[in-house]
Nanobody, 121 residues
Framework: QVQLVESGGGLVQAGGSLRLSCAAS????????MDWYRQAPGKERVFIAR???????NYADSVKGRFTITSDNAKNTVYLQMNSLKSEDTAAYYC???????????????WGQGTQVTVSS
């Protein structure tokens, strides 16, 4: 019903920048929250950043001041601008959204398939 597709990952040198995108499509009535998570090899998936439909944002301490989450509500798309990248930012980055697919239904969580970010030192 709902698909989230991430893009923009790749290989970058330490200190560089990347911009990730995540586009939601399908039977979408509204989206309340869009998040970015990441999962490094051998580690658990962890929260990175959140943007509410009204524009309020939250960040994990590990990325605060370096990463910026924005959204285009008309396009159901969320972005993650990543600056001053470090080797420890290397991970698969996942988009997550709370989506309502019917007028009276609840918001349900959907995940993308992830995009790899590799930061070389």
């Amino acid at each position: 019903q709902v698909q989230l597709v991430e893009s923009g990952g790749g290989l970058v040198q330490a200190g560089g920048s990347l911009r990730l995108s995540c586009a939601a499509s399908g039977s979408i009535v509204s989206i309340s929250i869009m998040d970015w998570y990441r999962q490094a090899p051998g580690k658990e998936r962890v929260f990175i950043a959140r943007i509410h439909s009204g524009g309020i944002t939250n960040y994990a301490d590990s990325v605060k001041g370096r990463f910026t989450i924005t959204s285009d509500n008309a396009k159901n798309t969320v972005y993650l601008q990543m600056n001053s990248l470090k080797s420890e930012d290397t991970a698969a980055y996942y988009c997550r959204a709370d989506v309502k697919t019917t007028g009276l239904g609840p918001f349900l969580a959907y995940w993308g398939q992830g995009t790899q970010v590799t930061v070389s030192s």
